[in-house]
């Protein structure tokens, strides 16, 4: 098969034939139909995340839909043909946690294109099928489904279960990437009023078309005041979709006494996983913070249900699909936050 391959951290992909994926019995064969490039992919391929793969030669790819072509022996719920989304994060479906229903926090936790090939190639083997695939609505796209492998799926756990964002309160968003955008159109599906938050004029009014009604560039004001000014006392959640100091101090002080955190973006390599936080300003507001990683699989049935009533348009997301080729300039071009949007592989 035909596939883009990581030979060597922050040098381009290469486009190549590699052997085709071997069918474990309990695993499914897909062709990949689309797969998203995010900055999860990024920080893999520059090296910041080289030890989230098991070696190199790596082939990346994590927010996947695709076909079933070949079923495992030990195979119950897919057959040839089924449309499928690929869950980024896929649990073993038998440790304490996946019991609870908390596949995203799996003590074994399996995620394609990080612990193995993911789905920049024309076919991807998913291991533990049964408990890891999501059958795709005919009415639902593949590109539509690309984003609910990773990015929506994370935006829509992190907005509603963790968040618990009701009808008519303020949410700020800050970022608006392929995260962030997500979040935007989840919350104000869930009636809220939403403010976004960049440093960028162009990603600002693509949020407006994700339906923020508010708009604040932390370039110009700063964001905890104007976010206090527009609501009247301050948000009652605040989403940090990018993970750093700046986006993490402000979207915590843009809350209203007894408002709620919820971080989704991790943070960089400089940071090592640690950022400074306003602990005063936490404890006598008493602000609750939480984190957010994917979403376990039962939540999807609630996400499919609105996207195949056109509630939830993941593809709207989507400013530009590409070919296999056409992957590695992609990430090279993450390094500079450049462009709005989301991108797709869709031809391979
Ligand atoms: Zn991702
Ligand atoms: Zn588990």
Redesign the pocket.
């Known amino acids: 098969m035909k596939a883009a391959v990581l030979e060597a951290f922050g040098e381009p992909l290469v486009v190549r034939e590699v052997p085709d994926p071997a069918l474990a019995p309990d695993g499914v064969i897909l062709r990949v139909k689309a797969t998203g490039v995010?900055r999860?992919d990024w920080h893999v391929w520059s090296g910041e995340w080289k030890n989230s793969v098991p070696g190199l030669p790596h082939i990346l790819g994590?927010?996947m839909s695709g076909v079933v072509e070949q079923v495992g022996s030990a195979v119950r719920n897919f057959k040839p043909g089924d449309r499928v989304i690929v869950p980024?994060s896929q649990g073993d479906g038998v440790c304490p946690h996946c019991l609870a229903g908390h596949q995203n926090m799996c003590d074994h936790l399996q995620m394609p294109g990080f612990t193995y090939n993911g789905g920049f190639a024309e076919l991807v083997h998913v291991p533990n099928a049964d408990r890891c695939l999501i059958h795709l609505p005919d009415d639902v796209d593949f590109v539509d489904a690309a984003a609910m492998g990773?990015?929506f799926m994370t935006a829509f756990h992190g907005v509603l279960r963790q968040g618990e964002v009701r009808p008519g309160e303020w949410v700020a968003v800050f970022g608006a990437g392929g995260v962030g955008l997500s979040a935007i159109q989840v919350a104000v599906a869930a009636g809220a009023n939403v403010i976004a938050v960049d440093i960028s004029p162009e990603k600002l009014a693509f949020a407006r078309e994700m339906g923020a009604v508010e708009t604040v560039n932390s370039r110009e004001e700063k964001p905890s005041r104007a976010i206090r000014r527009i609501t009247g006392g301050g948000a009652h959640v605040a989403i940090d979709a990018l993970g750093i100091q700046d986006t993490c101090t402000n979207a915590l002080l843009s809350l209203r006494k007894r408002g709620r955190h919820v971080q989704i973006g991790l943070t960089t390599y400089e940071n090592g996983g640690r950022l400074e936080l306003p602990v005063n300003f936490i404890v006598e507001n008493e602000i609750r913070m939480c984190g957010s990683f994917g979403m376990p699989i039962p939540e999807y049935d609630a996400l499919l249900q609105m996207v195949a009533r056109g509630t939830l348009k993941p593809g709207r997301l989507v400013t530009r699909t590409i070919s296999l080729e056409q992957v590695a300039q992609a990430l090279q071009d993450m390094s500079t936050f450049a462009g709005v949007g989301v991108t797709v592989v869709t031809e391979f």
């Open positions: 995010c999860s994590h927010e980024f990773c990015r």
